[in-house]
């Protein structure tokens, strides 16, 4: 069955860097784009940003854009938020989500992590 | 960027009873609309997908329907585990977008 665990979370000074990780297993994860899905205390449901199954091609929220960079390592099963400059309003559970097919209905998640962005 | 609206906010039911969630597009979707369940702790869980096809494991009981901007996700007979918070999801357009989100809550 599909697992994805997200790892990485935790408190961090407005401006600083955090890198969250998502290790897939259960599918073959290469031949899948992958997504962030990020949700404030409190709040409703933003997308975050795409990366495609070969790490060629990359889409994310404005909000986000210019800086926060989504890889991926397929020999690892993995996918990674770089996330620089970082804001209160990042504050926020992070999800990696795996997509049905091709298409960005989100049939699988990860339990999230925790990103607190407070001096 | 795709605006989705859902309504009511909050909806208060009972048990045994129909429940009827709308999420209004601010530009045609098509029908590559979604709805997901978040329940309190938890990650969401996708219900419906494409407006009308249920997702895998889902019961019965859920049903979608609507096309270009608007959209209906029903539930004909509330069960216990239901309440929940559910958000509608647009994949026509990059961003995707989430509605809001509709609270239904045990009256």
């Known amino acids: 069955q599909v697992q994805l665990v997200e790892s990485g979370g935790g408190v961090v000074q407005p401006g600083r860097s955090l890198r969250l990780s998502c290790a897939a297993s259960g599918f073959t994860f290469s031949r899948y784009g992958m997504h962030w899905v990020r949700q404030a205390p409190g709040k409703g449901l933003e997308w975050v940003g795409v990366i495609s199954s070969d790490g060629s091609n990359k889409n994310y929220a404005d909000s986000v854009k210019g800086r926060f960079n989504i890889s991926r390592d397929n020999s690892k099963n993995t996918q990674y938020l770089q996330m620089n400059s970082l804001r209160a309003e990042d504050t926020a559970v992070y999800y990696c989500a795996k997509p049905e097919g091709h298409t960005a209905n989100f049939a699988s998640w990860g339990q999230g992590t925790l990103v607190t962005v407070s001096s | 960027e795709i605006v989705l609206t859902q309504s009511p906010a909050t909806l208060s039911l009972s ?93």
């Open chain 2, 15 to 107: 048990p045994g009873e129909r429940a009827t969630l709308s999420c209004r597009a601010s530009q045609s979707v098509n029908s590559y609309l979604a709805w997901y369940q978040q329940k309190p702790g938890q990650a969401p869980r996708l219900l419906i997908y494409d407006a009308s096809n249920r997702a895998t494991g889902i019961p019965a009981r859920f049903s979608g329907d609507g096309s270009e901007t608007d959209f209906t996700l029903t539930i004909s007979s509330l069960e216990p585990e239901d309440f929940a918070v559910y958000y509608c999801q647009q994949r026509t357009n990059w961003p995707i977008t989430f509605g809001q989100g509709t609270r239904l809550e045990i009256k």
